[in-house]
């Protein structure tokens, strides 16, 4: 039996990490630009030596999914600022002084930020 160690999960999630790692703060970067001016551990360098394609293709998702989903999220912030500006009290207070439309659209920004669990986003 052929050894596919490279094709193991944990390798492969390894590799992944080391990738997004490496990319973090410089998505402008091309793949090998990052991966050659970011400093890695011994480790490090072993996992982006072993790197393909599919993993360069996976972490570019990934990013792209996660710069996508911030902005969703900072658009949320802005509606809902937009919405509670010039209240007093905490956002949940804020959001629940509402009245009809404007509470549908605080609220939908609040599901989109997943301030549903009853804590404070730290923001007032």
Do not use: N
Request: charged share 25%; hydrophobic share 50%; with cysteine.
């Amino acid at each position: 039996m052929r050894y596919l160690g490279d094709q193991l999960p944990a390798l492969r999630a390894e590799r992944l990490r080391v990738v997004l790692e490496q990319f973090q703060g410089v998505p402008a970067l091309e793949p090998a630009e990052a991966i050659c001016l970011t400093p890695l551990t011994a480790w490090g360098a072993v996992c982006a030596e072993a790197v393909t394609d599919e993993d360069l293709a996976l972490a570019s998702s990934a990013l792209s999914l996660e710069a996508e989903l911030r902005e969703r999220g900072w658009a949320a912030v802005e509606r809902l600022g937009a919405l509670v500006a010039g209240m007093s009290g905490s956002v949940q207070e804020r959001v629940l002084a509402l009245d009809g439309a404007e509470f549908a659209r605080a609220a939908s920004c609040v599901v989109a930020l997943g301030w549903l669990d009853g804590e404070e986003p730290g923001v007032k």
